[in-house]
């Protein structure tokens, strides 16, 4: 009986050491401001609109603001959450974008399937 206790003690103290060694990127620290595309996503239309996405974000308060083009006046908001290395950005109107956090200074937005459609860099305002 005495060799099953230290066994499953042993067992105990070995799982909760592994407990501790994930990795998680929810420690990665985003910072505040824009997140400018690089361009792997620009489309012509007909009258020669041209997409250029941005993203700007306020680590603070925990929302964003995301534009498909600084040429349109229309831009969806709203607050994010950051989980297991994505960032998670829901508009009041149902909308929700899905960010892969590469670094704390390039982001990727991604489809259902977790494909990169655009990938956004952190520009400094100077």
């Known amino acids: 009986m005495k060799k099953i206790s230290l066994l499953l ?4 103290c070995v799982a909760t050491f592994f407990c501790g060694c ?3 990127n929810d420690e990665v620290v985003l910072k505040t401001g824009n997140y400018d595309s690089i361009g792997m996503g620009h489309v012509e239309g007909p009258e020669e609109f041209i997409a250029d996405p941005c993203l700007y974000l306020d680590t603070e308060e925990m929302t964003f603001i995301y534009s498909f083009s600084p040429s349109m006046s229309y831009a969806e908001y709203g607050t994010y959450t950051v989980q297991d290395g994505t960032l998670i950005a829901s ?3 149902g909308k929700t974008y899905i960010f892969e956090i590469k670094d704390e200074e390039t982001l990727a937005i991604v489809d259902n399937d ?4 655009e990938e956004f860099v952190y520009t400094e305002i100077e």
Do not use: D, F, H, K
């Open 114 to 117: 977790g494909n990169i459609l």
């Open 9 to 12: 003690a042993v067992v105990i």
């Open 91 to 93: 508009a009041p109107i």
């Open 22 to 24: 994930g990795t998680n």
